[in-house]
Every structure is written in structure tokens, then in C-alpha cells.
């Protein structure tokens, strides 16, 4: 049913984890299955510095969760962005269609940590004036 | 690496004495059981002898045993047969929220053709509320059709409750007793049903083969048509090796029902206890007693099921899940909703159904590999 590299990255997956004092947090929940997916950030000079992520889900939803990160590490904000739904069910050798969903919660969880992280960005620029 | 089987519920290996008995019905016995001639008037003896076979095993006459392809096929035949024969008196069936695939969508097959269909819910338990069926009797019912015992959860059903009150009111009564054959004593009279479905793929016999119970007298019809075959009720070539097979099945699960119930019943309270006792926030669905002997229907709150399912099967074991990930539709099985579950629990239900092969070693090795697979899978839950 997966692919070997999903069975790889569900077995031994990357960066689990959570990270103390992430600079954004990005927590989502899939309504179509009850999945959900926690990604902490660490951002240095607009780079993601470090990833860690928490996936209640299937193993297709762990895999995409451990492939996110791993190319989502060492890539500027702007790439990472850039990064589409499809990128991470195609790193991953494809996805069975029904599972699908679970891939896109990995790449929505990494938007919301950015979209926290440049929040939090514009909360200290306001402070600071 | 170790392969360990528990999900005898899904299907079991066929037994080398079942694969023995069908061999010579697949070469020097081909003759088909319609044919007069010596070929086919061996194939008919064997037919027979099946007949007896099966019928011996629930209690029934040889006369009283459709053979069929299966559970399905049983299933389908019972409840459009009597609908359909009996739709003149009215047009009112009654079953549970729990049964099978088999009996739900036939049920709703039948909606679309003008009859209404009664789902009778069950408790936390799983075990069917026979008052709130009882209420649900109406005068155009024409039957009802509740499963013996639940293939997800494994829990009993009051059958011979229900059958009381079918027989008074004159309504026809049928069981799907696929999962409890050969598990637990399964005896028409005693049930007191109309019509009972099994298979025999679930009892060490042959896939593709099963039969339907229907008692002297029902009033039914087929649902496909063709030659004489099985009194004009299930037309088409009898599957003779297949039948040969399972009818074998039969006779060694009734010699080894008293063995093999109490060998399960004894495996599945040590499998039940030991994952109770050590793994935190795991918890049992189902009755703890009124369930089949092999079957331990697991909850693990924080993780998933389909994740546990394949981290068990790269130890080798091999299990089954009703979470909502490892189905199609992406909904939690409608058994674990019936019993009230929320989703997130559902979700991590695992299914153990243990076969008379499973030893307590098997059981050690497999409430390890899964208390090392829950933790695993915990640590990497953003719930826990
Ligand atoms: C309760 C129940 N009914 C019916 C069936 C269908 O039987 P078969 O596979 O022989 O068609 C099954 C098998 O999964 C079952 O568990
Ligand atoms: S997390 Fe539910 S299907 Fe993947």
C-alpha cells in the first residue's frame, strides 16, 4: 500500500519532537479524519534552523510530518513557503489518493509555525517603537 | 522474524485435514453432482454427505442446508428471500446498528426497493437493547435479522431472547452467526432462528463457500436464478471440493469446540490482562464477558490505529484496525460509534482474534512488541 520510502520515514522518522523555546508554533487538525500535526520552528536570519514535529495519524500522516522537516531544514522562509500540498506526497514516492490529506496537513502545519513566527515578528517590531 | 497470526476474525489458514479431504474432488472426483452418470452420482454422495455434515453441526436436518458461497451470499439470500417472498404481508425489517457490511448494506439495498428498515441501537457494551426492539415490532414487520456475535468487538447477542419474541409475534428471524460458529455452542433449535448464515473460510475450511440455514417451512425465494440446484434456491454448479472442505471444517470444529474455546477464552483473558495491566490509558471495547472467546478489541488513547497496525506487522504480528485512517470513507467503524466512542478513541482501536494456534508465548511476545509500539507512537503525540 506505501511506498518504501514512506515505511522508511514512518519507521525512523526525523525530528520528533518539540522545541522549548521555538520561535513559531503551527498547529493543525485535519476535519477529515481527526488527524493532528504540531510543528515547532527555529528561525535564524530568515533560515529554519530546526524543525520538530508532534503527528497523531496514520503512518502516512507520520511520514509526511518527518519528510516535511527534513526539507524543510536549512531552507529560507521564501522556499519553504514555496513548497507545495503535492511536493511532499511526491518526495515521499507518492501517496495512496485516500491518504492524500495527510500529506497536506504536513505542509499546513509548517505554514501555520511561519505564519506564527512572522506574527510574533511583527509584535516585537511594534514593541520596539 | 517471528510471524504471529491474530486476526482469525478476518480470516483463518485452512486446516491440511480440510486441504486432504478436498484434493480428490479437484481431479478423479470433478463430476459435476447434476450429472446422472458414475462421475456425477459421486460428486452428488459427497454433496449429501456434506449436507449432514453441516447440518450436524448446528443441529439442523441435511434438508434444512443451502450451501452458498459464503457468509455474504448468506446473508443476502436470507434477507432478500424473505423479503422478497413475504413482501405481500408487508415490508418492515428490523436489525441492529452493529451488523455486518453483508446484512447493513443488503438492509439498505432493500430501502431503495420500498421496504423500511428498523436499527435497533445496542449499549456501551455492545449488547442489543431487546426492549427497544421489541417496540419496534410493528404489524408489516416481516422480519428481523441480528447478528449472534459481532465480528469488531465480539460481543453475544441475546438471541434466543429475541427469538422468544419473534416466535410469539410470528415474524421471521435470522442470525449471522459467521463469527461464533466453531467458537461458541451454535445450535438452530436451541437459538430458536429461522435462518442462519455461516461461513466457511472463519473455521479453517476452504474461502468462496458457506451455507444458509433456513428452517422446514419458511417461506422464501431465490435472489439468482438457473437449474434445480439446492432446492431451487441457489442456483449454479455446487462448488464441490469447496463444500467437501468445509463440511471437513465443520466436523473437526465440533470435535474441537470444547478444546478450543477454553484454550482461546484462556489466551484471550491473558491478552486482555496483561495489556490492561501494562500499558497506561489502553482500555477493552466490547462486554467483558458476553464476547466471543477469541476476541480482544483494544483502545490506546493518543495514537492512531493504522500506525499501530503496520508497526505491529514489521514485528511480525499481524492484527486488524477499525480507525477511521485505514477506511475508504475516513469514518470510524460504525461499531465503535454504536458503542458510543468518541472519535479520537475509535481511532485507536486495535483487533486481536486469536485461532487455536496461537500460544501463550505468541501472547508474551505480542503484548511487548505492542507496549514498545504504544510508546513509540506516544512519544511522538502532540495529545498525550
Ligand atoms: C459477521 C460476518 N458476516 C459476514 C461475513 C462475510 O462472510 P464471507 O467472507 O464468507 O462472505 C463476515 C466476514 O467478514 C462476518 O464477519
Ligand atoms: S491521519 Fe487519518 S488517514 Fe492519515
Do not use: W
Not at chain 1, 527534513?70 to 529560507?76: D, N, R
Not at chain 2, 486482555?272 to 458476553?290: A, E, Q, R
Request: aromatic share 6%; net charge negative.
Amino acid at each position: 500500500m506505501y511506498s518504501e520510502k514512506v515505511m522508511e520515514h514512518f519507521s525512523n522518522p526525523r525530528n520528533v519532537g518539540e522545541i522549548e523555546d521555538a520561535d513559531g508554533v503551527g498547529r493543525v487538525g485535519s476535519p477529515s479524519c481527526g488527524d493532528t500535526m504540531d510543528i515547532y520552528i527555529k528561525v535564524k536570519d530568515g533560515i529554519i534552523a530546526d524543525v520538530k514535529f508532534r503527528t497523531f495519524g496514520c503512518a502516512a500522516a507520520i511520514a509526511s510530518s518527518s519528510m516535511m522537516t527534513e526539507m524543510a531544514k536549512g531552507k529560507t522562509i521564501e522556499e519553504v513557503l514555496e513548497i507545495t500540498r503535492d511536493d511532499v506526497a511526491d518526495e515521499l514516492g507518492g501517496l495512496p489518493e485516500a491518504k492524500m490529506h495527510c500529506s497536506n496537513l504536513a505542509s499546513d502545519a509548517i505554514r501555520a509555525a511561519i505564519e506564527d513566527y512572522l506574527e510574533k515578528q511583527s509584535h516585537k517590531k511594534d514593541n520596539s517603537r | 522474524m517471528k510471524r504471529i497470526y491474530m486476526d482469525h476474525s478476518a480470516t483463518t489458514p485452512t486446516d491440511p485435514l480440510v486441504v486432504e479431504a478436498m484434493l480428490p474432488y479437484f481431479t478423479e472426483k470433478f463430476g459435476n453432482a447434476s450429472s446422472l452418470h458414475f462421475f456425477g452420482q459421486e460428486a452428488a454422495e459427497a454433496l449429501e454427505q456434506s449436507r449432514k455434515q453441516v447440518a450436524y453441526l448446528i443441529g439442523a436436518r441435511p434438508e434444512e442446508i443451502i450451501f452458498t458461497s459464503g457468509g455474504t451470499e448468506s446473508d443476502n439470500l436470507a434477507i432478500k428471500g424473505i423479503a422478497y417472498q413475504n413482501s405481500g404481508k408487508g415490508k418492515h425489517i428490523i436489525t441492529s446498528v452493529i451488523e455486518h457490511p453483508a446484512v447493513l448494506n443488503t438492509c439498505a439495498h432493500l430501502e431503495k426497493d420500498g421496504f423500511e428498515v428498523t436499527y435497533v441501537p445496542v449499549d456501551s457494551d455492545g449488547i442489543l437493547d431487546v426492549a427497544e426492539l421489541e417496540n419496534a415490532i410493528r404489524d408489516d414487520t416481516i422480519l428481523i435479522t441480528v447478528m449472534h456475535a459481532n465480528n469488531e468487538i465480539g460481543t453475544i447477542q441475546p438471541i434466543t431472547e429475541i427469538s422468544k419474541i419473534s416466535k410469539e409475534k410470528g415474524i421471521y428471524f435470522h442470525t449471522d452467526a459467521v463469527q461464533s460458529v466453531g467458537k461458541i455452542p451454535v445450535d438452530v433449535n436451541e437459538l430458536g432462528v429461522d435462518l442462519l448464515s455461516i461461513s466457511s473460510h472463519k473455521i479453517h475450511g476452504p474461502k468462496g463457500v458457506g451455507a444458509l440455514y433456513i428452517k422446514k417451512g419458511t417461506l422464501i425465494q431465490a435472489i439468482a436464478h438457473g437449474g434445480e440446484h439446492e432446492a431451487r434456491l441457489r442456483a449454479g454448479t455446487e462448488n464441490i471440493p469447496g463444500i467437501v472442505g468445509f463440511a471437513k471444517a465443520t466436523t473437526l470444529a465440533k470435535e474441537r469446540l470444547a478444546v478450543d474455546s477454553k484454550h482461546l477464552t484462556e489466551l484471550r483473558d491473558l491478552l486482555i490482562k496483561k495489556v490492561l495491566d501494562s500499558i497506561g490509558h489502553s482500555y477493552l471495547n466490547g462486554h467483558p464477558t458476553k464476547r466471543l472467546p477469541n476476541n480482544a478489541n483494544l483502545r490506546f488513547s493518543f495514537i492512531e490505529g493504522e500506525a499501530m497496525l503496520l508497526s505491529l506487522d514489521m514485528k511480525g504480528i499481524a492484527v486488524s484496525t477499525a480507525s477511521a485512517c485505514s477506511s475508504r470513507s475516513l469514518e470510524p467503524s460504525h461499531v465503535l460509534k454504536a458503542i458510543g466512542l468518541r472519535p479520537e478513541d475509535a481511532h485507536g482501536s486495535l483487533r486481536f482474534s486469536l485461532g487455536k494456534d496461537n500460544t501463550r508465548e505468541e501472547v508474551d511476545y505480542v503484548v511487548e512488541s505492542l507496549a514498545e509500539v504504544v510508546r513509540k507512537l506516544r512519544d511522538m503525540s502532540p495529545l498525550v
